[in-house]
């Protein structure tokens, strides 16, 4: 037997619902294929900062970005080397310099140590002469003292015996005996007293 047509109204209550599906399905494969997009993007971290776009830039940028960091790189070894090479240089420098001192410090003693030789030697000569002049005659002693510069002369007389400087300074001009003796006193004429 054949079965009768069903209603309109039962068709459309079923047509409706199926339209609804599908419109959902639609919107669920848009929104499906909206959201592989965005999952195939990088998305940001939470909380970060919206620097995407200058962190992120095209292969011309990140090429030129790593040709300046390389020479960035290069400067900086450059820098590091000059500064190795003044820093060898000084350390040079120094040495050199300190060689330099010790040598002037070994040759300074050296001359310290020649000066007092030649200290001794003229004391020695100095007093040697001295002992000749205190056994010389008076009046032979005062005709070598008269041709003497009168500093030098009482620089001898300073060392004299009192009574030999007192014979020899008798048999000279009285002038020069005085000059003679003005200069012995006053070379002590300038050392303190207690």
């Given at each position: 037997?054949?079965?009768?047509?069903?209603?309109?109204?039962?068709?459309?209550?079923?047509?409706?619902?199926?339209?609804?599906?599908?419109?959902?399905?639609?919107?669920?494969?848009r929104l499906a294929s909206g959201m592989g997009e965005a999952l195939a993007q990088d998305p940001e971290p939470a909380g970060a900062t919206s620097t995407?776009?200058?962190?992120?830039?095209?292969?011309?940028?990140?090429?030129?970005?790593?040709?300046?960091?390389?020479?960035?790189?290069?400067?900086?070894?450059?820098?590091?080397?000059?500064?190795?090479?003044?820093?060898?240089?000084?350390?040079?420098?120094?040495?050199?310099?300190?060689?330099?001192?010790?040598?002037?410090?070994?040759?300074?003693?050296?001359?310290?140590?020649?000066?007092?030789?030649?200290?001794?030697?003229?004391?020695?000569?100095?007093?040697?002469?001295?002992?000749?002049?205190?056994?010389?005659?008076?009046?032979?002693?005062?005709?070598?003292?008269?041709?003497?510069?009168?500093?030098?002369?009482?620089?001898?007389?300073?060392?004299?015996?009192?009574?030999?400087?007192?014979?020899?300074?008798?048999?000279?001009?009285?002038?020069?005996?005085?000059?003679?003796?003005?200069?012995?006193?006053?070379?002590?004429?300038?050392?303190?007293?207690?």
């Open positions: 037997m054949a079965r009768p047509a069903p209603p309109r109204r039962n068709r459309r209550a079923r047509v409706l619902p199926l339209l609804a599906l599908a419109f959902f399905m639609g919107a669920g494969l995407s776009g200058a962190l992120r830039s095209s292969p011309v940028s990140d090429a030129q970005l790593s040709l300046e960091i390389r020479q960035r790189e290069q400067e900086v070894a450059q820098r590091e080397a000059t500064l190795d090479e003044r820093e060898a240089l000084l350390a040079a420098a120094q040495e050199r310099v300190q060689a330099q001192i010790e040598a002037l410090q070994g040759a300074e003693a050296d001359l310290t140590a020649t000066m007092a030789l030649a200290d001794r030697a003229a004391e020695d000569d100095i007093s040697r002469l001295v002992s000749v002049f205190a056994v010389m005659k008076p009046e032979d002693a005062a005709a070598v003292f008269t041709e003497m510069d009168p500093q030098f002369a009482a620089g001898f007389l300073a060392r004299l015996d009192s009574q030999v400087a007192a014979d020899i300074l008798a048999g000279l001009d009285p002038r020069q005996a005085y000059g003679l003796s003005a200069i012995l006193a006053g070379r002590n004429a300038l050392v303190p007293r207690e």
